[in-house]
């Protein structure tokens, strides 16, 4: 299948400040792109989505921005919480199946 | 509303042995994905289904297959197992097929280890 990847395997920021997330992907065809939080011991949990359609989509606290220009994907988390602290992996869909990135794993420090 | 549930949690097999992981999804949904996690792949996407019928396939060998049943719940199979097959297996629901724009929920997985 065509790869997801991310830039960043680690990131580690402080309390309150804001995190920007990485992906890169692959495969222009993909239209709709979403990322998910992973706690340990826990499966993926949907942060936000957005279609291809769209450059920017906000939820609460986050906001996802997609280039495809460049075929670049961000997630970002404003006010970042100590409980943010996860890994965090984009996903693509092309034609029905989902190709997801190897994660970034978000450090938030007190 | 119960969310995914996947059973067991955890499975320790020996080489060359088979086995069976069960996930039941949320209520209502028909769409059950299944993905296998290694630390180093990420998530790699091994089938779907809807009303009981395989509707995608990804790039894994014929040992792994799965079905669905009338209720929607799930079964996934490994036959033949290998030492390569531990991972975290790990499956979501969806109301729509292909997860289409729809959002997915995962279970907390079914951690496989081959020894």
């Known amino acids: 299948g065509e790869s997801v990847g991310l830039h960043l395997p680690t990131l580690s920021v402080q309390e309150g400040d804001n995190s920007i997330i990485n992906c890169a992907y692959s495969?222009?065809?993909?239209?709709?792109f979403i990322w998910y939080k992973q706690e340990s011991g826990k499966g993926p949990q949907f942060i936000i989505d957005?279609?291809?359609?769209?450059d920017k989509r906000q939820g609460q606290r986050v906001t996802v921005l997609l280039n495809k220009t460049v075929k670049h994907l961000s997630l970002q988390i404003a006010a970042t919480q100590p409980g943010d602290s996860a890994v965090y992996f984009c996903?693509?869909?092309?034609?029905?199946?989902?190709?997801f990135g190897s994660g970034t794993k978000l450090n938030v420090k007190p | 509303k119960a969310g995914v549930t996947q059973t067991p949690r955890y499975l320790i097999k020996t080489r060359g042995q088979q086995v069976t992981l069960s996930c039941s999804p949320i209520s209502g949904h028909r769409s059950v994905s299944w993905y296998q996690q290694t630390p180093g792949q990420g998530l790699q996407f091994l089938f779907e289904y809807f009303s009981e019928t395989q509707r995608n396939k990804g790039n894994f060998p014929g040992r792994f297959s799965g079905r669905q049943f009338s209720n929607s719940r799930s079964e996934m199979n490994v036959s033949t197992l290998e030492l390569g097959d531990s991972a975290l297996y790990l499956c979501?629901?969806?109301?729509?097929?292909?997860?289409?724009?729809?959002?997915?929920?995962f279970g907390q997985g079914t951690r496989l280890t081959v020894v």
């Open positions: 495969n222009s065809a993909s239209d709709y």
């Open positions: 996903a693509e869909k092309d034609f029905n199946k989902f190709y």
């Open positions: 979501a629901s969806s109301l729509a097929a292909g997860m289409m724009d729809t959002e997915a929920f």
């Open positions: 957005i279609r291809s359609n769209m």
